[in-house]
C-alpha cells in the first residue's frame, strides 16, 4: 500500500542550524501539506503546496520556513535558522485532490525535531 | 471562524467498556468534511473516517460508529467494547470547503482503556 514517507524519523540540531525536513509523498497525489504538532499539543497546520507553489499558509508558517518540491518527487521542509520554540512532531501530508469527496489526507509517520 | 473542539482532554475506560469521544466544530461554510484520525503511542497520524457536510448518514465500522448530527453541529465517535490497542490520542479535524484542503484540528482527546 502506497505511504507517505518522512526523513529523519529524529533530528537534533543545535539553536540556530538550518534543518531541512525530508518527505516522499505518494506518487500521484497532487497537495502536499506539513503539519506541526508540539508535545503533547494539537496538530497544527502550517503550508499548502499544489502545482509548485504555496497555496496556503498559516501564521506559524513565517519567513523562517520555506517548502519546496525539487526533484518531482521529494516535499522538503526548511527551518532555516531554528529556535528552541521549533522543537515539535513535524508531519508531512499528501492528497490526491484539496477538496471533495476523496479528501482524506495520508501523513508521514513525522520528524521529530528538537531544538538544543 | 472555523475551531474544533474536544472538550474531553482525557478519558479513561476499563476494557471492554463503550466509550464517547465528543467533538464539536464551528465552520461558516455550508459545505465541510470532518474527520477522526488516531495517534497512538507510536505517534503517527492514521485516518479512520471522512464525513461531508451534505451526508448526515451515521457510519458503523467493526466497533467503531461515528455520529454526524448538523443540528448541534456534532461529530462524535464511540467505539464499542473497548481494547487496549484503542489506547491513544483521537483528533476529530474539519476542512472547510472554500480552503486548500488544509486540516483544522481539536486538540485531541487522549483515550486510555485499561485491562
Known amino acids: 500500500e502506497p505511504e507517505v514517507t518522512q526523513t529523519p524519523s529524529h533530528q537534533v540540531t543545535q539553536m540556530g542550524q538550518e534543518v531541512i525536513l525530508r518527505c516522499v509523498p505518494i506518487?500521484?497525489?497532487?497537495?502536499f501539506y506539513w503539519y506541526r504538532q508540539i508535545l503533547g499539543q494539537k496538530v497544527e497546520f502550517l503550508v499548502s503546496?499544489?502545482?509548485?507553489?504555496?497555496?496556503?499558509k498559516s501564521e506559524i508558517f513565517d519567513d523562517q520556513f520555506s517548502v519546496e518540491r525539487p526533484d518531482g518527487s521529494n516535499f522538503t521542509l526548511k527551518i532555516r535558522s531554528t529556535k528552541l520554540e521549533d522543537s515539535a512532531m513535524y508531519f508531512c501530508?499528501?492528497?490526491?485532490?484539496?477538496?471533495?469527496?476523496?479528501?482524506?489526507?495520508?501523513f508521514g509517520q513525522g520528524t521529530r525535531l528538537t531544538v538544543v | 471562524a472555523q475551531k474544533v473542539t474536544q472538550a474531553q482532554t482525557e478519558i479513561s475506560v476499563v476494557e471492554k467498556e463503550d466509550v464517547t469521544l465528543d467533538c464539536v466544530y464551528e465552520?461558516?461554510?455550508?459545505?465541510?468534511?470532518l474527520f477522526w484520525y488516531k495517534q497512538p503511542p507510536s505517534g503517527e497520524l492514521v485516518f479512520l473516517i471522512r464525513?461531508?457536510?451534505?451526508?448526515?448518514q451515521n457510519e458503523i465500522s467493526g466497533r467503531y460508529s461515528w455520529n454526524f448530527q448538523k443540528s448541534t453541529s456534532s461529530f462524535n465517535f464511540t467505539i464499542t467494547a473497548s481494547q487496549v490497542v484503542d489506547s491513544a490520542v483521537y483528533f476529530c479535524?474539519?476542512?472547510?470547503?472554500?480552503?486548500?484542503?488544509?486540516?483544522?484540528f481539536g486538540k485531541g482527546t487522549k483515550l486510555s482503556v485499561k485491562p
Open positions: 479535524a474539519l476542512i472547510n470547503g472554500g480552503s486548500q484542503g488544509n486540516l483544522i
Open positions: 506518487s500521484n497525489h497532487l497537495y
Open positions: 503546496f499544489y502545482n509548485n507553489e504555496i497555496s496556503e
Open positions: 465552520t461558516r461554510d455550508t459545505t465541510y468534511y
Open positions: 464525513r461531508n457536510s451534505f451526508d448526515e
Open positions: 501530508a499528501s492528497k490526491n485532490r484539496g477538496r471533495g469527496p476523496n479528501t482524506e489526507a495520508f
